[in-house]
């Protein structure tokens, strides 16, 4: 049999010879830079996934292998299923399953495990992150903080200094004492590394990062602030010192006075060895570029660039678009947005993480993905250009490089540019059309429709053409939409709601939701993109709130939050109408099938889950829910 890291793995947690011959890792122990290969064998006994599956993916639960997608296809080898990677050089720990259409395959109490290694020695770290894992793996588990502790214990053995190790380590120690005075006594001990991580360089962005994050793992967020306000009165000419006067002297509203005080500033900044006064040199070179101090504007301009990373593609552009706003400087614009065109192909694209150690690392990106946002920028940067050839009075040059933009994509930002060439220059049949693309993707784009409509009015006075072809756009946008989500119903079973409750605690009874279309949507009071969503949610409700077929839940999860959060948050947003409730199940998200708020999940009149979204998409979802409650209601009476 061949031997590898994962079937070691399988023995020592008492799975049998037939499961681990399903899944095998090689080699043994994987190293950096080194192909790994995972190979699923689904003629081995016990084996889940059929040979004559149509695909195979690896879904991963746990990663710091960034550059992989979060769901990996594998690809056929004769019966076999097989993937291969290099682990990169910050890779230290994967967990993950094998899914084929709805048919998982992983181990009966945990997933499959990927760690990589130095040699014979795990990396830095990776016991660490294999502890953040099993929460992942096995939430229920009964010993779960015991695991977690005995892994971060062996990442201490291996590497004694890993500051994370250690306050993550305490942390867990305070989860598991069993008295307030030991709760204490591991709060105190973890306060002082912190502590002592704050003076290795008490000035230091990175560092500093490290501190506020030990203070986050450990539940006190309010030290956050404190850490900073007390830095900046130890070492009030240091730039993180600086720059945080900066944010301060930001919110005065006497402009003159708010740079004569940031321009003084800056001259106790730019130390070495710390981080610089990028963001006093974003707000004078925004100031600047306001009242057309073209000179200023520029040297300050180009402080933002003088260290080129990831990002600086992205600042090239955005410098451009400044400029162009203000109508400043449009030879310095044209060339700002010149360089960046150079750059396009480096887009920053997705999340992209910095550790010291590591440098910049950018996480996947589908191609497909990478390859929009590239013609996007392209689209764009082209479009500034058109703008400042015609600023500069090349009218023939503007209009050429507005034609040439719109060869690349429709980007808002492009396509908006492109029109204000073509409506400066009296071509609003050309300007209209060039709105009109952005309106086919997004109709309710209330800038864009109110330009549009500026433009079509001087080539074609008739307000109900236009309506008309509003209305036709509205029309087709649902069609497609319908369509679209028509294909996308679920049939997935009635999940268990027996651990909501109303805002007096009292439990819900399932007869509310016999026969009606339910739209559940989970949130919690410290989730941003939940507030941000809920008031589309709001606009859907009103919608249908008269309809005796349709109910809406909206869900306090429980995650983070109590009962009085959700009641104390209802009394202070009173402008929302719907029903609240609360969840009392931690066990929620499973049976719903979401790790991450705010969801929403729409159960048809006979109880089965049709829709789900997970996380917040947007102003299309009030479109979306609408849609798909539209399609269970018409459903229903076919």
Not at 144 to 150: E, G, I, P
């Amino acid at each position: 049999m061949t031997r590898s890291f994962y079937i070691i793995c399988l023995f020592v947690l008492g799975f049998g010879r037939a499961q681990a011959q399903v899944l095998i890792i090689q080699p043994d122990k994987p190293q950096r830079g080194m192909p790994v290969t995972i190979t699923y064998h689904t003629n081995a006994p016990g084996a889940k996934i059929s040979k004559d599956a149509a695909a195979v993916n690896i879904v991963f639960t746990y990663s710091t292998f960034y550059e992989l997608p979060w769901k990996m296809p594998m690809k056929k080898n004769g019966d076999d299923w097989v993937a291969t990677f290099v682990p990169q050089r910050y890779a230290t720990f994967a967990t993950f399953y094998l899914q084929s259409g709805d048919i998982v395959e992983k181990p009966a109490d945990r997933h499959f495990s990927i760690a990589v290694y130095n040699g014979d020695k795990r990396v830095k770290s990776g016991l660490l992150h294999e502890s953040y894992s099993l929460s992942a793996q096995m939430p229920k588990a009964a010993d779960l903080q015991a695991l977690k502790q005995d892994l971060q214990e062996q990442e201490l053995k291996n590497y004694p200094n890993n500051y994370e190790a250690k306050v993550a380590l305490l942390q867990t120690k305070i989860l598991r004492a069993k008295t307030a005075p030991e709760k204490l006594k591991y709060r105190n001990e973890v306060r002082k590394v912190i502590a002592a991580k704050l003076e290795e360089n008490p000035t230091f962005g990175g560092n500093i990062n490290l501190v506020t994050m030990g203070y986050l793992m450990i539940g006190e967020k309010t030290r956050v602030d404190s850490v900073r306000q007390v830095i900046m009165n130890r070492f009030p000419n240091a730039d993180v010192s600086i720059d945080r006067r900066a944010s301060i002297i930001a919110q005065d509203k006497d402009s003159i006075g708010r740079t004569a005080k940031l321009e003084k500033l800056l001259k106790k900044g730019e130390r070495p060895g710390e981080e610089g006064s990028t963001s006093i040199h974003q707000m004078l070179f925004e100031h600047y570029a306001l009242i057309k101090d073209s000179v200023k504007a520029l040297r300050h301009a180009a402080k933002l660039v003088a260290k080129t990373n990831p990002y600086t593609p992205e600042t090239l552009k955005d410098i451009a678009a400044k400029l162009t706003e203000y109508k400043v400087a449009p030879a310095a614009a044209i060339n700002y947005a010149q360089k960046s065109l150079t750059m396009a192909v480096q887009w920053p694209v997705g999340i992209i993480r910095y550790f010291p150690e590591y440098g910049y690392i950018p996480s996947f990106v589908a191609d497909s993905t990478r390859a929009q946002a590239v013609a996007d920028a392209k689209c764009t940067l082209v479009s500034i250009i058109a703008l400042n050839k015609l600023y500069q009075g090349d009218q023939k040059a503007a209009l050429s490089a507005a034609a040439r933009a719109m060869t690349y994509a429709d980007s808002r930002e492009g396509l908006l540019n492109v029109a204000s060439v073509y409506q400066q220059t009296n071509n609003n049949q050309k300007a209209f059309d060039a709105l009109w693309k952005l309106l086919l993707k997004n109709p309710t784009d209330t800038v864009v429709l109110r330009t549009a409509k500026n433009n079509f009015l001087k080539f074609n006075n008739s307000e109900t053409e236009f309506a008309t072809k509003v209305d036709e756009l509205a029309a087709l946008e649902t069609a497609q939409l319908t369509a679209k989500l028509k294909k996308e119903l679920m049939n997935k079973p009635h999940p268990d709601l027996s651990g909501l409750v109303d805002l007096d605690g009292n439990a819900i009874a399932p007869e509310i939701m016999k026969g009606k279309i339910v739209v559940l949507d989970f949130w919690a009071t410290w989730c941003v993109p939940c507030m941000q969503e809920l008031p589309y949610l709001h606009k859907v409700y009103e919608k249908y709130k008269d309809n005796p077929k349709v109910i809406f839940m909206v869900v306090n999860s429980g995650s983070n939050n109590t009962l009085a959060d959700a009641q104390q948050w209802a009394k202070k947003n009173q402008q929302y109408t719907f029903p609240i409730y609360y969840n009392k199940d931690k066990d929620i998200g499973e049976k719903v099938g979401f790790t991450v708020i705010p969801t929403i999940a729409v159960l048809d009149q006979d109880g089965l889950m049709q829709y789900r979204t997970i996380g917040f998409e947007g102003e299309i979802l009030e479109k979306k829910l609408s849609v798909e409650i539209d399609i269970l209601l018409q459903k229903k009476k076919s």
